[in-house]
């Protein structure tokens, strides 16, 4: 069994900035991708940004220039700095990770919240 469990959600004003943290936790055998989703109310989950095992990253054109994302290997863990928040942010925020076998966990969700 793998948990991941995020952190780092929140309330924000407008053009803050939010770091969410994911650490993956129980049988964890070699993560592959790392990624952020995010789910507004009455929308579909949305890929945020992904990062695999080399570091490359993928984000979503929404969130380039403000958002970065980052991972720790060796701490299982996926990180996601927000800056320049807007509105248009707020959703509640899930991670996932992929493992070598393609198996996929996901987080419980992370609220952000951007409003003044």
């Known amino acids: 069994q793998v948990q991941l469990v995020e952190s780092g959600g929140g309330l924000v004003q407008p053009g803050g900035s939010l770091r969410l943290s994911c650490e993956a936790s129980?049988?964890?055998?070699?993560?592959?991708?790392m990624g952020w989703y995010r789910q507004a109310p009455g929308k579909q989950r949305d890929l945020v940004a992904s990062i695999i095992r080399r570091g490359t990253t993928n984000l979503a054109d929404s969130v380039k220039g403000r958002f970065t994302i980052s991972r720790d290997d060796a701490k299982n863990t996926v990180y996601l700095q927000m800056n320049s928040l807007n509105p248009d942010d707020t959703a509640v925020y899930f991670c996932?990770?992929?493992?070598?076998?393609?198996?996929?966990?996901w987080g419980q969700g992370t609220q952000v919240t951007v409003s003044s």
């Open positions: 996932n990770m992929i493992d070598y076998r393609s198996r996929t966990y």
């Open positions: 129980g049988s964890v055998f070699s993560i592959t991708t």
